[in-house]
């Protein structure tokens, strides 16, 4: 055996067929006690769906307990495509610290992988809950000669195995592995989760912290920004964010004051960016809860204490502001609840949570606090004003030089059409012309909303139908989005060169689909697909199936692949139908495709024999490593992957393999099934 490293109602629509078939679709116990600005009316966090109580100290710290302990990371964090799960203890950058059992049980399960949390260990507690330590070197035990010898009757390293009550109980401070740097780790440490009977990850910190990890300090706060959430809304006279950024960043802890009154009106969304750090570590953490009150009154809340798992953590993507954080370079939380977001974090629960109705006349002083595990807090006050916009209004900014055409361009947010025009041309009444959307032989005619200098802009809800074109005093610009792909039910979407099968999780809200087809126009220029945007986040996988003009001489070896804007390419995969016309594939993420064919079977040498176990460089420039096998006379013997580095090797200990000695051979496969057989001599 090789081990496989393998990580009706028709509406017609721009450009293709739209298909739609329906489709199902700590906790602070007590009052906040808050800063001197003190607001009346607490909040009360919500427990976590299967809330477990805990009493204090029934959990032991698995790393050197009883010893002072860091942490690298946090419940909850913001990380790229998910929340981070649990704890990342630091082990002093060493790998083989003892890792100790947190509590009674027994071992329910344990897998071993070249990704993800690497070897893994799972305990399950009398009181149902679960725990997961993960990126081990090494299992201790019975278990880990369990392991060994189902591996060595499997002939693979990579294996996932689940135990039942009586095989393997472990007691409260019994060792149970080793630390380790394996999987996706960054460095050596023991990724620790607690976990419910639903398989939610909950925060370990939330039932009374530990002794080893001291935390005095309170958040820091970077930034504030308000957002306008309809076509109405405005921040400062415009449709756009405003960013508000201290000049200098506040002290840990600290309360922040903007003195400044933000003139608002209609929906708005507040965001917010900060970090908190534990005593004596300098990594960048998340913060637990944040708190809003609007003239004293609650506003919203969330604690993030409890994240479903795994589907759940993808919803990171919709709790923060995505778009902004791969263009602006800056992580914004969503002090609302969007559209599509279903996490268990906030209180009250329900979709619009946070949102702000700002009436034209009205003050709203808004009070943030910003708290960790600790319950340290920071906090932050802001005020904002109603004023209601003109039908259109000329705002101070500056000028451009004139030009003979216009210059348009335009953005989508939610469902807004905004554009833009640069030395718009003016009416009679000196105003800047009306922009016309077309579609066919119809056309629409925008009036400006507002200019900024020499900018002016046009807002459009693109519910009422999708243009083809804009056009403003003889300058046009095409518009690229051919559908409005809606959330929460199953559509297909189809073009003659590609085919798209949205689930009712893929998108989070409803999406306006731009697809491009380029034609292969030689070895420069191969045949290319792309598929909406990288700055729109899925939740769950699109089916995405292409149909290219050329077939590939080689379909056997041919694959999608993700093609960067530097030219750089990742494998997808895919599937051929039944007469190898057309290529199948998940997407997790949106971007431009191609089909490339990878003809040269991996690479690998042996690098040496440190401490008697054999080490082996491997690499494929293409597709990437898919299975390996180690042959010893004839006789498999185990080896460990290391993708981080690019190696395998033996493991010492390692009893059941052949010597390491004689006539050898590393069977090596690629993705898309190139082979090599490397012939050695021990």
Known sequence: MIIKLVRRLSVPALGGLLLLATAGHGQDDGQDDTTARRASGPIKPAAAAGHVDVPPGYFLFPIAPGQPGFLAASMGELRPNHFHGGLDIKTASVVNKPVYAAADGYVSRLKQSAFGYGNVLYITHPNGLTTVYGHLNKFGGAVGAELLRRQYEQQ???????????????????????????????????????????????NPLQWG???????????????????????????????ERALLVPKLQPAPGAATTWHDTVACFGPVGLLLQGFDRFDGAWNKNGIQRVTVRVNGQPHYQHVIDAVPFPTGTRQVNNFVDFAYARTGGRTLQKLWVD??????????????QGKLDVEAGKVYSIDFELADAYNNKATAHLVLKGEQPLDYAKLPGAATAPTAKPKLSYDITRNLLRATALNAPTDTAGLPAQLLLRRGGRQLALRPSYSVGAATTYLYDLRAGLPDSLLLGGTRLAFDRQ??????????????????????????SPLFLSTLHRPNAGPTAPESWTIGTALVPLYLPLRLTLKP????????????????????????????????????????????????????????????????QLTFRVGDDMSGLASYKLLIGGRFRLLRYEYKNAT???????????????PAELHLTDQVGNKRVIPLTL
């Open 156 to 202: 693979t390293y990579e294996l996932e195995l689940f135990f039942d009550k009586g095989q393997f109980p472990v007691r409260r401070g019994e060792e149970v592995a080793l630390s380790g740097n394996t999987g996706g780790s960054a460095g050596p440490h023991v990724h620790w989760e607690v976990r419910d009977a639903q398989d939610r990850q909950l």
């Open 339 to 352: 559209e599509g977001n279903d996490l268990p974090f906030y209180t009250p629960p329900g979709i619009g």
């Open 549 to 612: 003009a050329t077939l590939p001489a080689d379909r056997r070896r041919a694959a999608i692949y993700s093609v960067s804007a530097n030219g750089g390419r990742a494998y997808v995969g895919g599937t051929w139908n039944a007469d190898s016309t057309q290529l199948s594939a998940n997407l997790k993420q949106f971007g431009q495709f191609r089909l490339c064919t990878d003809t040269k079977a991996p690479e690998g040498r042996l690098l040496g024999r440190a401490g008697g």
């Open 209 to 239: 912290g530990f002794s080893e990890i001291q935390d005095h300090t309170g958040p820091t706060l970077q930034a504030l920004a308000v957002e306008p959430l309809a076509i109405g809304a405005r921040v400062r006279g415009r449709f």
């Open 648 to 662: 395998l090797f033996t493991v010492a200990g390692d009893t059941l393999g052949p010597a390491l000695r004689g």
């Open 483 to 508: 559908a409005m792909i809606p959330a929460n039910q199953e559509t297909s979407y189809a073009t003659p060169y590609a085919n798209l099968v949205f689930g009712p999780q893929t998108l989070f």
